[in-house]
Antibody, heavy 115, light 110 residues
């Protein structure tokens, strides 16, 4: 079955950087778009970014454009999110998800931006 | 402010039926499929309904989805206490080139 396991979250100072990872299994990774979706504490779901299966097309929400970079390594079935210039409002659980309108989700990794 | 509009809360007694609405526009629900997700506290969202009205394997037929125009609905019949959760609708948005979500509906089984 589909499994998505995120890692890399933690506490970071405003203006700092963090790299999230997601390892996928149970499906042909390169066949699927992959997404990052976040959920601030006590709030709803917000799409962050997605990347095509080939890795040649990426889109970002306006709130993270220019600060976050999504990438993937199909040889390792891995998805990444490089987050720079982090702000307090980026504090959230970040979910890795399969497809643009997700059909499977990871368990999430918590990113806290605070001094 | 979420792009898709859901009521913030819903409640009903065990065994009864409840419906949760999701309102959008021509660029999202009006022209694309709707998914519904169930999120239990402290867990990841779980796909409940896809392509407006399809259930993934393992989802009971007590859960059903429908769509008409720029609105969609999730119905849950034979309510059980374990159905208490947050429910989200989602759809692709052509003008944003991304998925948009409803703000979530917290279901309480009284």
């Amino acid at each position: 079955q589909v499994q998505l396991v995120e890692s890399g979250g933690g506490l970071v100072n405003p203006g700092g950087s963090l790299r999230l990872s997601c390892v996928a299994s149970g499906f042909t990774f390169s066949d699927y778009y992959m997404s990052w979706i976040r959920q601030a504490p006590g709030k709803g779901l917000e799409w962050v970014s997605y990347i095509a299966g080939s890795g040649n097309t990426m889109y970002y929400a306006d709130s993270v454009e220019g600060r976050f970079t999504v990438s993937r390594d199909n040889a390792d079935n891995s998805l990444y999110l490089q987050m720079n210039s982090l702000r307090a409002e980026d504090t959230a659980v970040y979910f890795c998800a399969r497809d643009t309108v997700p059909d499977s989700w990871g368990q999430g990794t918590l990113v806290t931006v605070s001094s | 402010q979420s792009v898709l509009t859901q009521p913030p809360s819903a409640s009903e007694t065990p065994g009864q039926r409840v419906t949760i609405s999701c309102s959008g526009s021509s660029s999202n629900i009006g022209s694309n499929y709707v998914n519904w997700y169930q999120q239990l506290p402290g867990t990841a969202p779980k796909l409940l309904i896809y392509r407006n009205n399809q259930r993934p394997s393992g989802v009971p037929d007590r859960f059903s989805g429908s769509k008409s125009g720029t609105s969609a609905s999730l119905a849950i019949s034979g309510l059980r206490s374990e159905d208490e959760a947050e429910f989200y609708c989602a759809a692709w948005d052509d003008s944003r080139s991304g998925v948009v979500f409803g703000g979530g509906t917290k279901l309480t089984v009284l």
